[in-house]
């Protein structure tokens, strides 16, 4: 399975950003795809997590400002995320899990700026 992310950038504090991770290869086995992130200085943690089946799963610190979707016919997911806080600056990285393997996309830069 491979993972194509995108849509990290620079946005200011309360903003909106979208990310997308597109899979390829072997997706039909794919059980869970989502997202964690990682913050320098600091260790990677779950952001957000969706099921083949549609279940969704997210962390905490979120508090509703972010939201998980998945386009199956598309194999790609979501991940919009509203009321950016500077402590959401992080790489993102999308992962799949996929017969007991977990894949790992190549990360996408989000800077909010206060």
């Known amino acids: 399975v491979q993972l194509q992310a995108s849509g990290g950038g620079l946005v200011q504090a309360g903003g909106s950003l979208r990310l997308s991770c597109a899979a390829s290869?072997?997706?039909?086995?794919?059980?869970?795809i989502g997202w964690f992130r990682q913050a320098p200085g600091k260790q990677r943690e779950l952001v957000a997590a969706?099921?083949?089946?549609?279940?969704?799963n997210y962390a905490d610190f979120e508090k509703g400002r972010f939201t998980i979707s998945r386009d199956n016919a598309k194999n790609t997911v979501y991940l919009q995320m509203n009321s950016l806080r500077p402590e959401d600056t992080a790489v993102y990285y999308c992962f799949v899990d996929s017969w007991g393997t977990r894949y790992w996309g190549q990360g996408t830069l989000v800077t909010v700026s206060s």
């Open positions: 290869g072997s997706t039909f086995s794919i059980n869970a």
């Open positions: 969706i099921s083949s089946g549609g279940s969704t």
